[in-house]
């Protein structure tokens, strides 16, 4: 009598996605941003275990990383165009870049503190794959931000556009954050919550600190210190134009 053989059932994607293991094949600079997209569980082990070529998935990241901010901010810099030209990818670049070394030594901290066993330099890897990827989907929505940086002079809608794409990019690389914390073994997550809360709070301030962005002005940067939400609040009343000077 034959026996049938029962087919096995497909593996459902998020596994595949959370599958800790190697990297199939050389970390280039396709094959890196290949596997973050798909299989970022791979991109963490290499960073984490130091197996492969983990200074060269580094570098990829970096490069990549910068790159993808600095078109962003190009973009962003359409809107106003003159030396929002260069300046607007200077300070996204600078912007998040300086975000992420600020908060790198608190997040280090508080893995500790969640019973982590980690090294510095595995907290460096995973801040850099996390920062790559939201970059990555600010690239990807580059040209709908581009789109509107034409066709608007509400400087206000196109500044609240902009905050939702970066809303966008923070929800998933900060989940990054939050998956490498799953694949090492954190079962409470209060802190990494609590450390998510004050990278989101610095990457704002951080894009008031350094205005003009989308805005024209003669200066480089605004000499008034302001908290990013009365920076907000303050500029809703004006008529949202580039004329306006709203979001310097």
């Given amino acids: 009598m034959n026996t049938a053989t029962a087919n096995p059932e497909p ?20 094959n890196t941003f290949d596997t973050l997209l798909k299989k ?19 570098r990829n990241l970096a490069l990549a990383t910068v790159g993808c901010l600095a078109i962003f901010g190009l973009v962003l810099g359409f809107y106003s165009g003159g030396h929002q030209l260069w300046a607007a990818p200077l300070k996204v670049v600078l912007g998040v870049l300086g975000a ?17 066993d980690i090294t510095a330099r595995s907290v460096a890897g995973v801040m850099a794959a996390a920062v790559c990827l939201l970059s990555l989907l600010l690239l990807g929505l580059a040209p709908v931000a581009w789109i509107f940086a034409q066709s608007t002079e ?10 939702c794409f970066w809303i966008v990019g923070l929800w998933f690389g900060l989940g990054l954050i939050f998956r490498a914390a799953r694949l090492l073994g954190v079962k409470r997550r209060f802190h990494l919550a609590l450390w998510a809360a004050i990278f989101t709070v610095v990457t ?21 210190k302001r908290f990013f939400l009365a920076h907000w609040f303050d500029h809703l009343d004006g008529d949202g134009t580039v004329e306006n000077n709203g979001w310097q």
């Fill in 11 to 30: 593996e459902p994607a998020d596994l595949n996605r959370d599958l800790f293991e190697p990297m199939d094949g050389e970390p280039s600079f396709s």
């Fill in 40 to 58: 970022p569980g791979s991109v963490l082990y290499t960073l984490h275990h130091g197996k492969g070529d983990p200074g060269r998935l580094l």
């Fill in 154 to 163: 509400q400087i206000a809608f196109f500044g609240f556009l902009v905050l």
């Fill in 100 to 116: 992420a070394l600020i908060t790198l030594p608190s997040l280090y901290i508080f893995s500790c503190l969640n019973g982590l």
């Fill in 204 to 224: 704002l301030q951080m894009s008031t600190t350094l205005r003009p962005i989308i805005g024209e002005s003669d200066r480089f940067f605004a000499d008034e």
